[in-house]
């Protein structure tokens, strides 16, 4: 399993924005990808957006697609989710996972057991 790293979640307004971060230990970076995931209490969790380090392909799930943007700085070994115009519905916890890069693709990228690592979770909180 990969040590991932979140940051960043808090409490912001409606309309503001967030910038999640993940890090990965240096010597696992670029054979995995990466992926976003939320849990609202009472909800599964939800795949968000997935990032390919070598190419930088990237997919996205249509909720989130337009406001939510995943990226990197392959230099800190660090996978991003830009959260722009929050809305209350976005309140959740803010997972980072990881899996090799062979395991993932389109029909799969967005399922939680795709994924071997996770991060402790970041909570937002959006008020209205």
């Known amino acids: 399993q990969v040590h991932l790293v979140e940051t960043g979640g808090e409490a912001v307004e409606a309309g503001g924005s967030l910038r999640l971060s993940c890090r990965a230990p240096?010597?696992?970076?670029?054979?995995?990808?990466y992926a976003w995931f939320r849990q609202a209490p009472g909800k599964e969790r939800e795949g968000l957006a997935a990032?390919?380090?070598?190419?930088?392909?990237?997919y996205y799930a249509d909720d989130v697609k337009g406001r939510f943007t995943i990226s990197q700085d392959m230099g800190q070994y660090t996978v991003y989710l830009q959260m722009n115009d929050l809305k209350p519905e976005d309140t959740a916890m803010y997972y980072c996972?990881?899996?090799?890069?062979?395991?993932?693709?389109?029909?799969?990228?967005?399922?939680?057991?795709?994924?071997?690592?996770w991060g402790q979770g970041t909570q937002v909180t959006v008020s209205s």
């Open positions: 240096r010597s696992y970076y670029n054979s995995n990808v």
């Open positions: 996972a990881a899996t090799f890069w062979t395991r993932v693709g389109g029909a799969n990228w967005f399922l939680p057991a795709t994924y071997a690592s």
């Open positions: 990032l390919y380090p070598g190419s930088g392909a990237t």
